[in-house]
């Protein structure tokens, strides 16, 4: 089993910066890629970037990129995703995933643990 706790969400007016964090305890951090994904009001729950466990790799949905970037710091159990110039339409909930599998890690069905979620809400 992997706990997954996120935080640093927030309100904040449009164009600054937030970075979240998930925090991993359990099994080792290490062996599993994190995910990150949001969920606006009334919308799918949708992929936003995730770094592989395996070689370090990275990936972004198109409409971050550029903006956002994950990363993760495996002697502190912890995964980020810096998120600048932020948008109106980057307001959700944002989640926390881990997977142990090798595979397209952008497919929300991979993971297998789930953070509870933080609030990011960006005003104009």
């Known amino acids: 089993q992997v706990q997954l706790v996120e935080s640093g969400g927030g309100l904040v007016q449009a164009g600054v910066s937030l970075r979240l964090s998930c925090a991993a305890s359990?099994?080792?951090?290490?062996?599993?890629?994190v995910g990150w994904f949001r969920q606006a009001p009334g919308k799918e729950r949708e992929f936003v970037a995730a770094i592989a466990w395996s070689d370090g790799a990275t990936y972004y949905t198109d409409s971050v990129k550029d903006r956002f970037t994950i990363s993760r710091d495996n002697a502190k159990n912890t995964g980020y995703l810096q998120m600048n110039s932020l948008k109106p339409e980057d307001t959700a909930v944002y989640y926390c995933?881990?997977?142990?599998?090798?595979?397209?890690?952008?497919?929300?069905?991979?993971?297998?643990?789930w953070g509870q979620g933080t609030q990011v809400t960006v005003s104009s």
């Open positions: 995933a881990a997977s142990g599998a090798l595979g397209s890690y952008t497919w929300i069905g991979i993971y297998d643990y």
């Open positions: 359990g099994r080792t951090f290490s062996d599993y890629t």
